[in-house]
């Protein structure tokens, strides 16, 4: 079946940094762009970053923009997404999905998804 695993959240300090992943299991990985999503409490989950099947795309939020890069290494099934400078307002559980629609930043175009990773950033 089906499976996205993240890791790597925790807790960390303001202008710190996390290095998030996600393996990919029961699909063919490398046919698909996947992305990075975000819900803090009581806010919709929202889109951070994404990248192509190829790797050679990627998209970002403004927000995080210069801040965050999403790879993928399609031999081993996973997706990374590195964040350095974390602000407060990066706070959320981030989890990945796996693209399967026209769009890369609506949940809807996403079809498989991962459990989510608390990320917690401090002041």
């Known amino acids: 079946q089906v499976q996205l695993v993240e890791s790597g959240g925790g807790l960390v300090q303001a202008g710190g940094s996390l290095r998030l992943s996600c393996a990919a299991s029961?699909?063919?990985?490398?046919?698909?762009?996947m992305g990075w999503f975000r819900q803090a409490p009581g806010k919709e989950r929202e889109f951070v970053a994404r990248i192509s099947w190829s790797g050679g795309v990627t998209n970002y939020a403004d927000s995080v923009k210069g801040r965050f890069t999403i790879s993928r290494d399609n031999a081993k099934n996973m997706v990374y997404l590195q964040m350095n400078s974390l602000k407060i307002e990066d706070t959320a559980v981030y989890y990945c999905?796996?693209?399967?629609?026209?769009?890369?930043?609506?949940?809807?175009?996403?079809?498989?998804w991962g459990q989510g990773t608390q990320v917690t950033v401090s002041s």
């Open positions: 029961g699909f063919t990985f490398k046919s698909y762009s």
């Open positions: 999905a796996a693209n399967l629609g026209s769009t890369y930043y609506r949940t809807d175009d996403y079809g498989y």
